[in-house]
């Protein structure tokens, strides 16, 4: 797995996984009870992860995810 991502709001960061899924990536978010305690979201952010042989692809929807 690759750490594609790093969110300080994990509704966010679902939202993301969800729309990856939804083309097929196999996305997990990591770390999302560490940020779910209140300093927490500042100190550990939630990590969207995907496996190493999904990366370019799933870079590419992030980056048409983010502009959009």
Same mark, same amino acid.
């Given at each position: 797995?690759?750490?594609?991502?790093?969110?300080? /709001?994990? %509704?966010?960061?679902?939202?993301?996984? !969800?729309?990856?899924?939804?083309?097929? &990536? /196999?996305? %997990?978010?990591?770390?999302q009870?560490? !940020?779910?305690?209140?300093?927490?979201? &500042?100190?550990i952010?939630?990590?969207?992860?995907?496996?190493?042989?999904q990366?370019?692809v799933?870079?590419?929807?992030l980056?048409?995810?983010e502009?959009?």
């Open positions: 797995m690759k750490t594609l991502h790093e969110f300080t /709001d994990p %509704v966010r960061a679902g939202i993301v996984q !969800s729309f990856l899924k939804d083309n097929e &990536i /196999d996305a %997990v978010l990591l770390d009870g560490a !940020s779910a305690w209140t300093a927490g979201r &500042i100190l952010p939630v990590r969207l992860a995907v496996p190493i042989e990366e370019e799933a870079q590419n929807l980056n048409q995810f502009e959009n």
